[in-house]
């Protein structure tokens, strides 16, 4: 059973820019492994802000982008807002579903 | 509007069962396969189960395998999960889940305690 690794903890400045990783014990996340990611907030269900890597929907808020990088997948939020703290989680799909440990990104 | 409703949680003793319902409207249920996702308190989400469209094929985390049954009843629109032998590490929140079209829909969750 495959494991996905995320950074347990971030911290952004207002206004700053910060990516989030995603990564895979089996080698590169690539496209086939159809990366999503989550924002929850306390309190609340999963929230779908990225599919298929880097494709958003409706609801998406602009400043969040998803991408391939180094292997991994990647979230970055540019312009980080007070409600944008929240816990981040990555999905990836190997034969079933794997979900990363999270990120609690901080607005601080 | 999709809605995944799930129910059947409460405070269970260790080596008990209890069977979990998740009612969905606002889509076609027998066109998706559908998932128990789980979240311990103050933890991260963790895939549970996930049963086909037909309910011929279904998964199970290694955490659950062998006490976990999922299931679903397409005339009824309705998903289950009969969980026994339970163990105070299955405290969670748990939530109906399923993927369309880029998105993932989440029920509220039921929470499920299992404590002496």
């Known amino acids: 059973q495959a494991v996905v690794t995320q950074e347990p903890s971030l911290t952004v400045s207002p206004g700053g820019t910060v990516t989030l990783t995603c990564a895979s014990s089996?080698?590169?996340?690539?496209?086939?492994?159809?990366p999503y990611w989550f924002q929850q907030k306390p309190g609340q269900a999963p929230r779908t802000l990225i599919y298929?890597?880097?494709s958003k929907h409706s609801w998406t808020p602009a400043r969040f982008s998803g991408s391939l990088l180094g292997g991994k997948a990647a979230l970055t939020l540019s312009g980080a807002q007070p409600e944008d703290e929240a816990d981040y989680y990555c999905?990836?799909?190997?034969?079933?579903?794997?979900f990363g440990g999270g990120t609690k990104l901080t607005v601080l | 509007e999709v809605q995944l409703v799930e129910s059947g949680g409460g405070l269970v003793q260790p080596g008990g069962s209890l069977r979990l319902s998740c009612s969905a409207s606002g889509f076609i249920f027998s066109s998706y396969t559908i998932h128990w996702v789980r979240q311990a308190p103050g933890k991260g989400l963790e895939y549970v189960s996930g049963?086909?469209?037909?309910?011929?094929?279904?998964d199970y985390a290694d955490s659950v395998k062998g006490r976990f049954t999922i299931s679903r009843d397409n005339s009824k629109n309705t998903l289950y999960l009969q969980m026994s032998s339970l163990r105070i590490e299955d405290t969670a929140v748990y939530y109906c889940?399923?993927?369309?079209?880029?998105?993932?829909?989440w029920g509220l969750g039921t929470l499920v305690t299992v404590s002496s």
């Open positions: 049963i086909s469209r037909s309910g011929g094929s279904t």
């Open positions: 089996t080698g590169a996340v690539t496209s086939g492994h159809y």
């Open positions: 889940v399923f993927q369309s079209n880029g998105n993932v829909y």
């Open positions: 999905l990836l799909s190997f034969s079933g579903w794997v």
């Open positions: 298929d890597a880097s």
